[in-house]
């Protein structure tokens, strides 16, 4: 008789996070977090808002708001869900703190993917430790419809020997590589939200429309 090998560690063949403020989230995270997950071939995508992005300015919504829409945002999309432990940390959402611990649940083999667009890849110079992210994951980077700021001269060097053309080998290996993807663009952001609904203008198909409800019913951005 034959017997299976029972291993405790969990069954994660390839794990892709996509970091963000989500204040709110909207259709360009969300288009983009399903056309990656299927790009990477991934079963699961865990959108992992932060609770206090390093370098920016407070959200205007509150955690609370912020994890409420995204709850709204991803229901129903198969294998996209929400990881808080960002929220639950509280403090400066360290990237590097999240990673550390994922590598640590998945298991050294398994690949991890951090998903983000080229404007926030363009300042990954002024994140904590970043010369160490690329140690507990993949970066998968996407590029946006607008020139993205240029990359500063030590990221061009730790560059060196990361950077591939495409995300067929990356399977291959549980972390270490850069690679930028070009799929759908979406000329949304966040900013652009808020100042829309400050100015009473529409917002319609940029969020999905639980989360437009929810907006307009906790009276957020006004
Ligand atoms: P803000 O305008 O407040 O800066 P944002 O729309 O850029 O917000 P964030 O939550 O700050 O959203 O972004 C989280 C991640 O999503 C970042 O890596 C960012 O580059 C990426 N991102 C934001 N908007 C888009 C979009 N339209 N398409 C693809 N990626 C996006």
């Known amino acids: 008789m034959t017997s299976a090998t029972v291993t405790n560690s969990p069954v994660i063949k390839g794990l892709a996070i996509y970091g963000g403020t989500f204040d709110p989230v909207h259709i ?11 790009l990477l071939n991934v079963t699961e995508l865990r959108m992992v808002p ?7 300015d407070q ?9 409420a829409m995204l709850d709204l945002a991803i229901a129903g999309l198969e294998g996209i869900s929400i990881d808080d432990r960002e929220l639950r940390r509280e403090g400066k959402s360290y990237a590097i703190d999240t990673l550390e611990e994922l590598r640590s649940e998945i298991g050294p083999a398994a690949p991890l993917f951090f998903v983000l ?23 998968v980077v996407l590029k946006r419809p607008f ?5 500063k001269e030590p990221v061009l060097e730790w560059l060196q020997g990361k950077e591939i053309a495409d995300v067929s080998s990356l399977n291959a290996e549980p972390a270490g590589r850069v690679v930028t993807v070009k799929l759908a663009q979406w000329e949304v952001s966040a900013t652009d939200i808020r100042r829309r609904i ?15 409800d929810y907006l307009i019913e906790q009276q957020l951005y006004q």
């Open 28 to 38: 360009g995270h969300l288009r983009s977090a399903i056309e990656v997950k299927a």
């Open 50 to 56: 932060s609770f206090l992005p390093p370098h920016r």
């Open 117 to 139: 667009g080229e404007d926030a890849f363009a300042l990954i110079h002024t994140w904590h430790r970043w010369t160490e992210l690329t140690d507990y994951a993949h970066f």
């Open 198 to 212: 400050q100015l009473a203008q529409s917002i319609d198909f940029l969020v999905p429309g639980p989360v437009q």
């Open 147 to 151: 020139e993205a700021a240029t990359l």
């Open 59 to 67: 959200p205007g919504a509150s955690p609370e708001a912020r994890r």
